[in-house]
């Protein structure tokens, strides 16, 4: 983990109000599935935003994400050569040396973006991989994830492409070693008890409002059966099992 | 030649109940943990002090819900004291903490007074530097609140631990009082050897489209810039009236903010909320308090401590 001034090498929006902000780093090596820090404003907001990483290259790291408030909107409106502060990595990230075989990874919205370097890596390690990509009504990142890996299912709750409803609906959790996900929370926790019912192996990567991203301030818990636990530190990937949900 | 070299050093120490703090950057409890994460980032041991996170007698799970919310300026926090209770702290976290060099302040809450004593005399056992009696938590829903509210209240808590207290106690005062200067007065009438202010201010926010409170518990505690004008007019108004050394706290971001807390009249400053927005920020203090010391000729805190 460290601290650093980086700068924006560019910034493209991709869908409405999703966009990819790529950015110089020349920091630590990352996990999939871990997050950032992100901050390029003074008093004005007291809080830094956490994002997780989309895509790592040699030299820079690039960030996928939807403007939802003030600080994403800020980060929206960085041109190339902005100055943009950086904390991390930070976080777990997915267990992706603990699982083997036939994976499934499941996004939806812009829970997406981490499961790219997930994939890549699940790829690498010689597993194989289903994609599953749940958008609400507008697809992205698509593109990226056909480079990588062929075997991709969308689902579309308003829109003619991929299945129409649920990405959730298209998992079937009993074909698979394990499974990961990342998005929305009553997705996740759908999946979460399909899982547990079929005793499959999964994993959830968890949002919540930080306060520090590092350990120390405790606004970031999860119910877990050992007690809340950290999201930035101890997660945000939460075992299904031990996770207490809803 | 020796003499002179001594006269030009800058000397950024404070000294509080007779314990000497390397400089007057202590980091608040509650936002700083017990220093491990911050330690990754920089040395810790640099700072004159650190507050532990809130401690009580038995480990806390803490406030479900949201816990963070931010605010204009400022921001919202409901963790309830989750915690891993005195023992563990003793054992796990002190021995780390005491090996950094500075001062090490146990922030100790409670929901009982017999709690307080408990922990108190669990912590009169190890070699911690300072308690800071934390009577001013908005987060809890019995206890700490009350007593940072009613003066009274707070004087026979303070009295009572302060009993069994082996160590020197800085109490914590909640700017939610309902008059900071009689509060203070209490405190230290009580036995308070100095006082730390403010925690935070009782606020609240609510989520329109669910037409629910934002947090579980309804009310939680702002901090940040926001409250920073505050918290000077309480930490002026309150050295005005008490002996005893007052620790200023409360949207602290800069070393000007930092001058005027002690020209007010505080002996330290602790660093809270900015930790979050800038992980460095306690480290740069320093640095900068001893730029602008020299840029402005002063040689130690004393010299403009209180002068408003």
Same mark, same amino acid.
């Given at each position: ?246 | ?96 903490? &005491?090996?950094?060099?500075?001062? !090490? +302040?146990?922030?100790? *809450?409670?929901? @009982?007074? /017999? #709690?307080? %004593? =408990?922990? $108190? ?118 050295? &005005?009236?008490?002996?005893?050394? !007052? +620790?200023?706290?409360? *949207?602290?971001? @800069?070393? /000007? #903010?930092? %001058? =005027?807390? $002690? ?46």
């Amino acid at each position: 983990m460290q601290y650093s001034n980086a700068k924006v090498i560019s910034q493209e929006k991709i869908a409405s109000d999703i966009y990819v902000m790529t950015v110089s780093y020349e920091g630590e090596e990352t996990l999939p599935g871990q997050f950032f820090m992100l901050k390029a404003w003074e008093n004005q907001l007291p809080l830094m935003r956490p994002i997780s990483y989309f895509k790592k290259e040699p030299g820079k790291i690039s960030f996928m994400y939807r403007i939802v408030g003030k600080g994403t909107l800020l980060l929206s409106k960085l041109k190339k050569g902005a100055k943009i502060e950086i904390l991390g990595p930070l976080g777990n990230g997915f267990p992706c040396d603990q699982v083997k075989g036939k994976i499934a990874l499941v996004g939806g919205g812009v829970g997406i973006p981490p499961l790219y370097d997930t994939a890549k890596i699940l790829l690498q390690m010689g597993n194989q991989v289903d994609i599953f990509l749940g958008y609400k009504d507008e697809l992205f990142a698509l593109e990226d994830f056909a480079e990588i890996c062929d075997s991709i299912f969308v689902s579309c709750e308003k829109g003619d492409e991929g299945y129409n409803g649920f990405v959730t609906d298209l998992l079937h959790c009993e074909h698979y070693d394990a499974v990961f996900t990342c998005g929305p929370e009553i997705m996740m926790n759908k999946i979460a008890t399909m899982c547990r019912q079929k005793n499959i192996p999964v994993w959830l990567s968890m949002e919540r409002r930080m306060g520090c991203g590092i350990g120390a301030c405790l606004v970031c818990t999860c119910e877990t059966n050992s007690g809340m636990k950290r999201s930035c530190s101890e997660g945000p990937i939460f075992n299904g099992n031990d996770l207490i949900i809803d | 030649m020796f003499g002179l070299t001594y006269k030009s050093k800058i000397m950024l120490e404070t000294i509080i109940n007779g314990i000497k703090f390397k400089n007057p950057i202590i980091a608040a409890s509650g936002t700083y943990g017990f220093g491990r994460e911050y330690n990754n980032l920089y040395n810790v041991g640099m700072l004159g002090g650190i507050s532990s996170k809130g401690l009580t007698l038995h480990k806390r799970e803490g406030n479900k819900g949201i816990r963070i919310f931010e605010t204009a300026s400022g921001i919202m926090n409901s963790v309830g004291l989750q915690n891993p209770g005195v023992e563990t702290f003793i054992k796990d976290e002190l021995p780390w903490m &005491k090996s950094l060099g500075n001062v !090490v +302040i146990a922030n100790l *809450g409670g929901s @009982t007074i /017999e #709690d307080y %004593i =408990e922990g $108190i005399r669990l912590l009169n056992k190890t070699d911690i530097d300072f308690i800071e009696l934390n009577i001013s938590c908005p987060n809890v829903k019995s206890g700490g609140m009350a007593l940072g509210i009613k003066s009274n209240i707070a004087f026979d808590a303070v009295k009572a631990t302060k009993e069994v207290c082996q160590k020197p106690m800085i109490v914590k005062l909640s700017p939610n009082a309902e008059n900071i200067i009689e509060m203070a007065m209490a405190c230290e009438a009580a036995g308070a050897d100095s006082l730390s202010l403010v925690n935070t201010f009782k606020g609240m926010a609510i989520d329109i489209k669910r037409r629910k409170p934002i947090f579980d518990n309804t009310y939680a505690g702002l901090s940040g810039a926001a409250i920073k004008p505050i918290a000077l007019r309480m930490v002026d108004e309150v050295c &005005k009236n008490v002996r005893v050394p !007052v +620790i200023g706290i409360g *949207g602290i971001y @800069t070393v /000007e #903010d930092i %001058i =005027e807390f $002690i020209m007010a009249g505080a002996s330290a400053v602790q660093i809270g909320t900015a930790n979050f927005s800038e992980p460095m920020i306690c480290k740069e203090l320093i640095e900068n308090l001893e730029k602008y010391f020299q840029k402005e000729g002063i040689k130690k805190i004393e010299e403009i401590r209180g002068i408003i």
